[in-house]
Structures are given as structure tokens and as C-alpha cells.
């Protein structure tokens, strides 16, 4: 049976394309492309004077979706994976993006046509850009701290609800500047989810560990030390460390082994792009 197409318009895109085709009015959308692939194009618009990011997906076609699958990756097939996370993880209290417009038509996997757009978020700074200098300019130990403690609560609160994210970089947390964030007062948003995956009960164990080594893979180099690292597990797991030292062994051995590789990965990449 197929599904039924879906819409969803709030302002100010629900006044602006009243009399419109929303899809048509999506596509005619102009602004600064900052992604262009097959079958998903990215881009920041202004409206009203207020910034939004747009992502329009277009079918992938059958060969894609088989070329994925045969490679034991999870295609992306429109912008309904964003569309859910994002709605899962405000209902967990993760503060993530708002959506203010969504829409997904037609039936066939691989002629789907959808798009989301969400609010921009700004004035903020991704983690990864604010503790660059971390190695060379330590933060103040208690805004560390906070950081950590805030990252590893979201985590755990979006596994235990039933999202993975895929891609969870520090680059995809982004940290609110106005007012300057302090220990006592600071929020992080959690951005990029179109390859989230959304379920009920907690994200089974093998994407948990993923998105745990994504996050430890994308610290390596700003200056954590073990004792940082055990007051994050602690906060995620919400229990004492040492039982998640017993209890989580094979996942802190499966850490090391996978930040150490996806950094050789990382070195790999860039090197091959300095010789070219």
C-alpha cells in the first residue's frame, strides 16, 4: 500500500505559499548553495530577513539505492529522516533544529521527492571550531566541564529515546554565543540529522557505539585528557564509573580501536589531498 503524500507549512511559509504548489515553491527557492550532490541540494535563503537552510531531495534512482544497499549502507532517500529526528528529539528535550516546513510526495523509493527547512541558528559556533585552540589556550576547567556534561546528557537522552545520528562529530553540536555561554548558562544544538535513524526503544547497541566513536574520533585533538573522557561516559551512562567501567569494557577497548583508525583515515585523506 502506499503512502499518502505529506505536507507540513508553518510561517512564514504558510502565508508565502498559500496559493502555491509548495514543492514548486521549495525548488524556486535562491540563495548560497553549500552542497550540491545527486539527488540532495543544500542552500541558505533568507526570508523576511531571517536566515533558513533548505534541503531539497530528489529521487536517487533504483541504481543508487542498490549500489548502497550492496555495500551494507543505509541510502538516504529524502528529508523525512531529518523531519522525524527533529520531531523525536524535541520531544526528548534535545535542542535541536526547528523545522518550519516539511513536504514528501510519491510512492516509489526511488522517485521520491521531498524537502525540509529549518530555522537558521544563530549567532553560534560549532564545538569543533570553538575548542580548536583548546590544546595551546585551555578553557576554564568548569566550562569544560558543562561542555561535556551537556554533549554526553544529549547523547545519551537521544539513544535512550531511540535516535543514532550517523554523523555525531563535535562539528554537529553548535554552541549558542548570545549571551557568551558560561558554566551555569550555556546551550548546544544538535544539528545534520538526515541520516538519522529514528525507532522505538533506545538505539540498539552497535549504532550507540557508533555515534560514540564518531564523538571520540572528533575530540582527539582538543586536548581531553582520560580523566575528561571518564567524566563523559559517567554523565552518559548515568551511573557510577565503575560500574561503567565493568559494565562498558568492550565498548571503551572498541573506542580506542576505532578512534585510532578513523584518525589514520582522516591523515590518509588529507595527505592525498596535499600531493594533489
Known amino acids: 500500500m502506499s503512502r499518502p503524500d505529506e505536507l507540513f507549512l508553518d510561517e512564514p511559509f504558510r502565508t508565502l ?5 509548495a514543492f514548486a515553491a521549495a525548488r524556486a527557492l535562491r540563495g548560497e548553495v553549500l552542497r550540491e550532490l545527486e539527488g540532495r541540494r543544500t542552500l541558505r535563503t533568507v526570508v523576511g530577513g531571517r ?3 533548505v534541503k531539497l531531495h530528489r529521487g536517487v534512482g533504483w541504481g543508487e539505492i542498490f549500489k548502497n544497499l550492496v555495500t551494507a549502507r543505509l541510502p538516504v532517500l529524502g528529508a523525512e529522516h531529518e523531519w522525524l529526528a527533529i520531531r523525536r528529539l524535541s520531544e526528548l528535550g ?3 533544529m526547528k523545522a518550519v516546513a516539511f513536504g514528501r510526495r510519491g510512492s516509489n523509493p526511488a522517485k521520491l521527492e521531498s524537502f525540509i527547512i529549518t530555522e537558521e541558528l544563530a549567532p553560534t559556533v560549532s564545538l569543533e571550531d570553538f575548542c580548536r585552540d583548546w ?3 585551555p578553557p576554564a576547567p568548569t566550562l569544560k566541564r558543562a561542555l561535556l556534561a551537556r554533549v554526553a546528557a544529549m547523547t545519551g537522552r537521544m539513544h535512550r529515546g531511540g535516535v543514532n545520528h550517523r554523523d555525531c562529530y563535535i562539528c554537529h553540536f553548535l554552541l549558542h554565543t548570545d549571551p557568551a555561554p558560561t558554566p551555569d548558562a550555556l546551550r548546544l544544538s544538535l544539528i545534520d540529522l ?3 535513524q529514528v525507532r522505538e526503544g533506545a538505539a540498539p547497541r552497535r549504532w550507540r557505539d557508533k555515534d560514540l566513536a564518531a564523538l571520540h574520533f572528533s575530540s582527539l585533538e582538543i586536548g581531553l585528557t582520560a580523566r575528561d573522557r571518564l567524566r ?5 551512562f548515568e551511573r557510577p564509573l565503575r560500574e561503567v567501567l565493568v559494565t562498558e569494557a568492550d565498548l571503551l577497548a572498541h573506542l580506542s580501536r576505532e578512534g585510532a583508525r578513523l584518525m589514520q583515515r582522516y591523515k ?3 595527505a592525498r589531498g596535499a600531493l594533489a
Open 51 to 53: 536566515g533558513y537552510y
Open 194 to 196: 538526515h541520516r538519522a
Open 268 to 270: 590518509r585523506k588529507y
Open 232 to 236: 563523559f561516559l559517567r554523565a552518559y
Open 17 to 21: 505559499w498559500a496559493r502555491w504548489d
Open 135 to 137: 590544546p595551546a589556550n
Open 94 to 96: 534535545v535542542d535541536t
